[in-house]
C-alpha cells in the first residue's frame, strides 16, 4: 500500500479571535503546521492580498496543500478527521451529529451574540444606541451560557471526554471572560473554562497569542 504524505498545513490566525479554536485542535493533535499571523488591528484581513485568499474577509483559514478551507466548523471537522489518533470527535456515528449540532450552535447563536458586546456601533447607528445594543446581546448571550450551564452539570465535558466542542465553547466563554461580564452565575461554565485554561494544549496556545499581540503593538 502506497503512503500518502502528510499535507502540508498553514493556518491564517489572528489573536483573540475564533482562529484559536482550530489552533488548539492543531496543536491536540500534534500536528505540523505552518502559523500564518494576521493583523486584524490594522485590518490586514481586509487587504487585496487576504482577500485572494479568502473573500469573507475572516479566519480562520486553513490551506491544506494548494487547497483553501474556510469556516470554523468545517475547518475543527477536517482536524478530526484527519487526526482520529486525537480523538477530537466522539466515536459513536450519532454522538458525532451531537457534536456537529453543538459547534453549529456556538457559531450561530454564541458567537452572533459576542460581537454586539464588543462593537455595538455595526449594528446600530442611532446615537446613544451602544448601551442598548450591548445589554440586548449580553442578555441573549446569556440565555445560551445557561442552556450550556444546565448542560456541564455534574460533567468536566460536553462529551465523556475532551472533543472540539469544547475547544470551541472554551473559546465563547473565554471573549466573554475578556469583556469582564459578570459571569459568576454561570458556574458549570466557570469550571469548564478553567479544566480547558489546564490543558497543555491551550496554555502553549494562549502564551503563543501573548507573544503575536506583544509583536502587533509593538
Known amino acids: 500500500m502506497t503512503h500518502q504524505p502528510s499535507p ?4 491564517y490566525y489572528a489573536p ?4 484559536l479554536v482550530p489552533l488548539i485542535l492543531l496543536t491536540e493533535a500534534k500536528a505540523k503546521f505552518e502559523i500564518i499571523k494576521i493583523n486584524n488591528y490594522v485590518h490586514q ?6 482577500l485572494q485568499i479568502n473573500p ?10 494548494d487547497e483553501i478551507l474556510t469556516e470554523n466548523i468545517a475547518i475543527q471537522l477536517w482536524i478530526a ?9 466522539p466515536k459513536d456515528p450519532y454522538l458525532q451529529i451531537k457534536a456537529i449540532s453543538w459547534m453549529s450552535w456556538c457559531s450561530s447563536a454564541i458567537h452572533p451574540h459576542l460581537t454586539p458586546i464588543n ?21 441573549l448571550l446569556f440565555k445560551d451560557f445557561q442552556i450550556a450551564e444546565d448542560h456541564l452539570k455534574n460533567r468536566q465535558w460536553f462529551f465523556d471526554d475532551f472533543t472540539t466542542v469544547d475547544a470551541y465553547f472554551f473559546w465563547c466563554f473565554r471573549r466573554a471572560v475578556l469583556f469582564d461580564l459578570d459571569l459568576s452565575i454561570f458556574p458549570n461554565c466557570q469550571q469548564h ?8 494544549s491551550t496554555k502553549k496556545v ?10 502587533f503593538k509593538s
Request: hydrophobic share 30%; with cysteine.
Open 206 to 215: 494562549i502564551d503563543y497569542e501573548f507573544s503575536v499581540i506583544q509583536e
Open 16 to 19: 483573540v479571535s475564533c482562529a
Open 193 to 200: 473554562f478553567e479544566r480547558m485554561s489546564q490543558r497543555d
Open 8 to 11: 502540508q498545513l498553514s493556518l
Open 56 to 65: 469573507k474577509g475572516k479566519v480562520p483559514v486553513l490551506a491544506i496543500n
Open 45 to 50: 484581513n481586509l487587504t487585496p492580498e487576504y
Open 119 to 139: 462593537k455595538p456601533q455595526r449594528y446600530c447607528d442611532l446615537p446613544g444606541s451602544e448601551e442598548n445594543v450591548k445589554q440586548l446581546s449580553t442578555s
Open 81 to 89: 478527521q484527519q487526526f482520529p489518533q486525537a480523538n477530537l470527535l
